[in-house]
């Protein structure tokens, strides 16, 4: 089932034509050094990895145009195949070093084998929306980088012959900047309010603020005295037809905690209490604002309190009369 446009409005592809970028250009720097010499620090080095390495450098590739092609897809879905397609061509890369004859090369082939499968679940994870949170695809990546930076200053300062690294790891300068590049993407703010968990704190944020408008809330006298008009006479306000009923209705402002609300008072003019709606702005939904049923009104010390049937609903202070 395509759920994807329930959780992520694709509008911002950025990152996908960001991402679908680089593994192309990495991939064709991979292919041009996979049949030409390099030469380094006076030695020249030719890379000759077999059919999967070959292979590997294609699917990056394949994998890159792919990206491109369904950027419209968003972000969260670019993230997951460019994680999949990055961690199967480093695990093809990775297969034959297994029965490398050095023992480092056996031991960081192990660790990135078991990283790369890790970041291949995790990229499907994204795709299939059973991940949430991008935090484990983070630290798988954050720890590839480290096997990496560890690599190299390895085989720089301890063994110092850092030829001997690109004899054992082809490409390895490639590859680095594919898995930092998916690290600036994860940390970035458009991802982590656009990932399925940072749409629901969002929505729990505003939710909260919505239910909680804080223990002080600000009005202006004007708002003030349209409130009690609205309980006593609204003369003046707009009016609509709901049906047979005539409604009345005036906007008003509350000062919160959380910012400066929008405030819909409406009046039928059959009932004898005003209802009292609060939302972010004027353009919000009213099946998200927070209601009031307001039947009187008590003032006294520069405060305006609200009344329903069960007591006071709300108190008000009226700005400049503090």
């Not at 990056?60 to 969260?76: C, D, Q, S």
């Not at 970041?119 to 949430?132: D, E």
């Not at 200053?153 to 690109?166: D, G, H, M």
Request: glycine residues 8%; aromatic residues 10%.
């Amino acid at each position: 089932m395509e759920n994807r446009k329930i959780r992520e409005a694709p509008s911002k592809n950025l990152a996908a034509i960001f991402l679908g970028s680089m593994m192309i250009l990495s991939s064709i720097l991979m292919i041009i050094s996979r049949f030409a010499s390099i030469e380094m620090m006076g030695v020249e080095l030719s890379v000759k990895d077999g059919t999967l390495g070959i292979i590997s450098r294609f699917v990056l590739l394949a994998g890159g145009l792919f990206i491109l092609y369904k950027r419209e897809k968003g972000n969260y879905f670019a993230i997951g195949v460019y994680a999949m397609t990055l961690g199967a061509s480093r695990l093809m890369r990775a297969v034959p070093n297994l029965v490398a004859e050095s023992d480092v090369a056996f031991v960081i082939a192990i660790a990135i084998t078991v990283l790369s499968v890790n970041l291949i679940a995790t990229g499907y994870n994204h795709i299939t929306v059973r991940m949430k949170n991008p935090l484990n695809m983070r630290y798988t990546t954050l720890s590839i980088v480290a096997v990496y930076i560890i690599t190299l200053l390895y085989f720089a300062y301890i063994r110092e012959s850092p030829t001997i690294l690109f004899q054992y790891f082809p490409d390895t300068i490639w590859y680095l900047p594919l898995y930092i590049s998916l690290l600036l993407i994860l940390y970035s703010k458009d991802v982590i309010e656009t990932a399925p968990i940072g749409r629901i704190r969002q929505f729990t944020r505003q939710t909260a603020c919505k239910v909680n408008l804080g223990r002080t809330i600000i009005i202006s006298e004007e708002d003030s005295m349209k409130i009690k008009d609205g309980l006593r006479s609204p003369e003046g306000w707009r009016s609509r037809k709901v049906g047979r009923n005539t409604i009345l209705e005036e906007k008003v402002t509350f000062g919160t905690t959380g910012g400066d609300r929008d405030v819909i008072l409406e009046r039928n003019g059959r009932d004898d209490y005003l209802r009292i709606t609060v939302i972010d702005d004027g353009t919000d939904s009213f099946i998200d604002g927070y209601r009031m049923k307001v039947s009187s009104y008590r003032e006294s010390d520069g405060t305006l309190e609200l009344l329903d049937d069960k007591g006071t609903c709300a108190i008000l202070h009226i700005r400049g009369c503090e």
